[in-house]
C-alpha cells in the first residue's frame, strides 16, 4: 500500500450529512489522488493535489472538495451527501517522476441511504 | 472492491494456462501504459508499465504489448496460478499530467 492510509475503511451516512474521508502518506510524496470506482466505470478522477494548499478538479469533481494543509494528508469532503456519490473511493500517490505508476490505498467504501 | 465485479467481462482460464487480457485506450496521445491487479477489498496494485517509444515489456510471467495503430494493450500472464485471480485494469497517462486515466476493467478467473 506505498506507506497510504486511508480513513475510515467504511462509513454509512444519510443523504445531505458532510463526510469527510482522509488520506494519510508516510513518505512525503508531492502528488495525491482520490478516485472513485463505480461498476461500469473503472476509476474516476475526483481531484488531486500537487503540492500542500495545490489542489485541482478531475473529470467528476461536481459534489466534492479537497483540502491539503500538510504533505501528508490529503481530505476529500463531500458538503452534502448524495445517493450518487454511494462508491468506493481511493486515495493514490504518485512515488516517481513523470509517467510513473500511481500506488493506492485499500479504499473507503461510502454509502449514503 | 466488491462492487468493482458487477457488469464486468470475465476471462476464465485453467491454472497452468496462458492468460490474454485486452484493453483498448482511448486517447492517440497518450504515452505512457499500466497495468493493474485489483483484488476484493483492495486497491488497484502496480504489474507493469510500458512507455510509447516500446511495443513490447516484460517482467515477471507478465508481458504487456502495446499495438499503438489500433490503440490496443494486452497483458499476458504465463502459467496462470490461482493467485492471479483477480479484475484488471489498464490505464494510460500523458507526459506533464500526471493523473492517469483507466479503463473499466476485466475479471480473470482461474479455474484450478
Known amino acids: 500500500d506505498a506507506g497510504i492510509t486511508q480513513s475510515p475503511r467504511h462509513k454509512v451516512t444519510e443523504t445531505g450529512t458532510p463526510v469527510t474521508l482522509r488520506c494519510h502518506q508516510t513518505e512525503n510524496h508531492r502528488y495525491m489522488y482520490w478516485y472513485r470506482q463505480d461498476p461500469g466505470h473503472g476509476l474516476r478522477l475526483i481531484h488531486y493535489?500537487?503540492?500542500?494548499?495545490?489542489?485541482d478538479k478531475g473529470e467528476v469533481s461536481d459534489g466534492y472538495s479537497v483540502s491539503r494543509s500538510k504533505t501528508e494528508d490529503f481530505l476529500l469532503t463531500l458538503e452534502s451527501a448524495t445517493s450518487s456519490q454511494t462508491s468506493v473511493y481511493f486515495c493514490?500517490?504518485?512515488?516517481?517522476?513523470?509517467?510513473?505508476?500511481?500506488?493506492f490505498g485499500n479504499g473507503t467504501r461510502l454509502t449514503v441511504t | 472492491g466488491e462492487s468493482v465485479g458487477l457488469h464486468l467481462p470475465t476471462l476464465s482460464v485453467q491454472e497452468g494456462d496462458n492468460s490474454i487480457i485486452n484493453c483498448a485506450y482511448s486517447n492517440s496521445a497518450s504515452d505512457y501504459f499500466i497495468w493493474y491487479k485489483q483484488e476484493s477489498g483492495k486497491g488497484p496494485q502496480f504489474i507493469i508499465d510500458i512507455r510509447s517509444n516500446m511495443d513490447k515489456r516484460q517482467g515477471q510471467r507478465v508481458t504487456v504489448l502495446l499495438n499503438k495503430t489500433v490503440k490496443h494493450l494486452s497483458l499476458q500472464i504465463a502459467a496462470t496460478q490461482p493467485g492471479d485471480s483477480a479484475v484488471y485494469f489498464c490505464a494510460e497517462g500523458l507526459t506533464g499530467r500526471r493523473a492517469l486515466t483507466f479503463g473499466s476493467g476485466t475479471r480473470l478467473q482461474v479455474q484450478p
Open positions: 493514490a500517490i504518485s512515488v516517481g517522476t513523470d509517467n510513473s505508476p500511481l500506488h
Open positions: 493535489s500537487y503540492g500542500v494548499k495545490d489542489t
